[in-house]
């Protein structure tokens, strides 16, 4: 089976920094994949490599089976992509918006098919308002709506759940197991060691720019349940994926 | 796995149509483009007499462009740069070049309007006529000279990264080109000054476009003004560019 994004031998760096070290990994059709890591570990940055959004120094990436570097145009077409901070023309109403990336993406739509998609992530009311009018939960959705208006065989959410309510991240959640459910695939960075149990089917954990693991959650805790670093962290006796992930990644507070 | 990207002219118009209701939306910052050129028609018109309708227009004209290079595009690019609208567009299928041009699109535009809006007022109301052929080499002018402050302002977007100290700077640029150009330009400053004035962008835009108007006026002097004016064009373009970040 192809895999729907394949990234091998990734390094980013960042003046002296080395931000991104010999990272690979593949997600397969139908999959929900998660980058877990402390801040700065290197998550967005790999990300962003993928998007298209910074030069890499060396590695390959291909996504749907396009090169990023030799046909980005291709390769964007294929993904749908929710930035961790993202923004629309704030001058622009709700349904200007989705008309405007449904034509970059080159989907047709009327405006009852907008009108439906509005419908879909609950923002019917919203279709005249202003991009800039609209709560936080409301843009997200949008955000995410935009992201996949093409249907696309990859979608990228950069922390999306960071700042929504429990509904709207269960909604979200639902939103990602339909993707899934279509047979395309979803690569999410997640700080929420709950929200990588709960939806993804596998997860890397990124440190210092180093890919440390890559499994299914619970294939990870098996491995690590009984390190005796792993058992002094746990605080319930159960062991979670938050046990393990402090384990491998370390106590101290990153910026 | 087979996928299809959108025809760039598709992708190129969707831009347009929705640069173009941004800028409407916006439309005081367009009216600060226009009023002040409107306030010169006006309020020069009992000079005309001295310095000629030539000048007067030519002078509405240049102060019009560079409204619309240094304070409506350079501000513009700076806060949707700032806001992360850039990097919205630019993880779509979508080229660099596609947005840079619907851009600068817009501007072309608005710098037609706001010629048209001279032509109109300074024929209406300071009697201002001139010959056909005036009236069309003005207008390929204005478009080739809006050039150069367009890239003017792309160099400070270029340069400063902060949407704010962007708008500061610009309104600083404007304000300095205004005054020393104007005041310059009419030797109030002294003759060195004048000199210098007569050779800066703000001087052989002027001066291109009081020639543009009286075709049959136009020398030696005027087409080399024409080519420092694609000079400041290319490198203001090639500093703009190369200082430029997405992000």
């Keep these: 089976m192809d895999h729907i994004l394949d990234i091998k031998g990734l390094n980013v760096t960042y003046g002296p920094f080395h931000a991104v070290k010999d990272v690979s990994f593949s997600v397969e059709p139908g999959e929900i994949f998660g980058l877990l890591g402390p801040n700065g570990a290197g998550k967005t940055s790999t990300l962003s490599a993928v998007e298209g959004l910074i030069k890499f120094d060396s590695g390959t990436i291909s996504v749907a089976g396009y090169d990023i570097k030799d046909k980005p145009l291709y390769a964007r077409s294929a993904m749908g992509v929710q930035l961790q901070a993202t923004s629309f023309q704030t001058e622009l109403t709700v349904i200007e918006i989705l008309r405007l990336y449904a034509g970059i993406y080159g989907v047709p739509v009327t405006q009852e098919m907008l009108i439906t998609l509005l419908g879909d992530i609950s923002l019917t009311e919203s279709e005249d308002k202003r991009f800039g009018e609209l709560s936080g939960g409301q843009q997200q959705r949008i955000s995410l709506a935009i992201a996949t208006i093409h249907d696309p065989k990859l979608v990228l959410l950069d922390e999306p759940t960071s700042g929504l309510d429990p509904q709207s991240r269960r909604r979200l959640w639902e939103r990602m197991e339909s993707i899934r459910e279509k047979g395309n695939s979803v690569v999410l ?14 997860i890397a954990i990124i440190d210092h720019g ?3 693991a890559v499994d299914k959650p619970q294939t990870i805790i098996d491995k ?5 670093e792993v058992i002094a962290i746990s605080r319930r006796g159960k062991i979670t994926l938050e046990d393990v992930f402090i384990a491998l990644t370390g106590r101290e507070i990153r910026a | 796995m087979q996928i299809t990207i959108p025809k760039t002219s598709t992708i190129l118009s969707t831009l347009l149509r929705a640069d173009l209701t941004t ?3 916006n439309r005081k910052s367009l009216i600060m483009v226009i009023i002040v050129p409107v306030i010169i028609l006006t309020s020069w018109k009992p000079l005309i007499d001295k310095v000629g309708g030539a000048f007067v227009l030519s002078t509405s004209i240049t102060i019009g462009l560079i409204s619309i290079g240094l304070m409506g595009y350079s501000n513009a690019i700076a806060r949707d740069r700032d806001k992360g609208i850039f990097q919205r567009l630019r993880v779509a299928p979508v080229s660099s070049w596609c947005i840079m041009a619907s ?12 010629t048209l809006l001279v032509f ?19 207008f390929i002018s ?5 050039a150069v402050y367009l890239s003017m302002g792309q160099v400070i977007v270029g340069r400063i990264k902060n949407p704010e100290t962007v708008q500061s700077t610009t309104r ?38 009081a020639s543009s108007m009286e075709p049959s006026k136009w020398t030696n002097e005027s087409t080399m003004l024409l080519l420092l004016t694609l000079g400041y064009t290319l490198v203001f373009s090639f500093l703009g560019i190369k200082w430029f970040k997405w992000k």
């Design chain 2, 103 to 114: 851009r600068l699109i817009v501007q072309l535009l608005t710098i037609t309007l706001l």
């Design chain 1, 189 to 202: 960075t997640t700080h929420s060691m709950e929200e990588a149990e709960a939806v993804c089917d596998r």
């Design chain 2, 23 to 25: 800028q409407w939306r």
């Design chain 1, 224 to 228: 690590h349940k009984n390190d005796s």
């Design chain 2, 142 to 146: 204005a478009i080739a000279s809006g």
């Design chain 1, 210 to 212: 180093k890919i440390i």
């Design chain 2, 120 to 138: 109109v007022i300074g024929y209406d109301f300071d009697h201002v006529k001139l010959s056909i052929s005036g009236y069309v080499l003005t």
């Design chain 2, 172 to 209: 600083l640029v404007y304000l300095s080109f205004i005054m020393v150009g104007m005041f310059g330009q009419l030797g109030v400053l002294g003759d060195q000054i004048k000199q210098i004035v007569h050779y800066s962008p703000y001087g052989t835009v002027n001066a291109i476009l």
